[in-house]
């Protein structure tokens, strides 16, 4: 049984860090790609980062860039996501997904992408 659980979310405020875990178990985790997407209420669910799996590049949607770092351990199975100077745009549900193996930046972007998903985690920026 696959599962994904993120940690790490709560309420910060304007310009704080947060950095998120996911601790995944019951798949090949070097196998897989791993991304965050996040969901804002009466929103689609967004891209917001991910490591491409042939090459361990980073991609980054462009309102997280040069803000969020996205990074891997694949000896913990483990993926992370630090945050720095958090706005309250940023305010959402992060959930973090494990994908089939990729090599482009519009495949990791895509949610079909990924067959397994966390529940999710909060993290609220308040001014």
């Known amino acids: 049984q696959v599962q994904l659980v993120e940690s790490g979310g709560g309420l910060v405020q304007v310009g704080d860090s947060l950095r998120l875990s996911c601790a995944a178990s019951?798949?090949?985790?070097?196998?897989?790609?791993m991304g965050w997407f996040r969901q804002a209420p009466d929103k689609e669910r967004e891209f917001v980062a991910a490591?491409?799996?042939?090459?361990?590049?980073?991609v980054y949607a462009d309102s997280v860039q040069a803000r969020f770092t996205i990074s891997r351990d694949n000896a913990k199975s483990t993926v992370y996501l630090q945050m720095n100077s958090l706005k309250p745009e940023d305010t959402a549900v992060y959930y973090c997904?494990?994908?089939?193996?990729?090599?482009?930046?519009?495949?990791?972007?895509?949610?079909?992408?990924?067959?397994?998903w966390g529940q999710g985690t909060q993290v609220t920026v308040s001014e």
């Open positions: 490591i491409i799996w042939t090459n361990g590049q980073p």
């Open positions: 019951g798949l090949t985790f070097g196998t897989q790609t």
């Open positions: 997904a494990a994908g089939k193996k990729s090599w482009a930046e519009t495949m990791v972007k895509d949610k079909g992408l990924y067959t397994n």
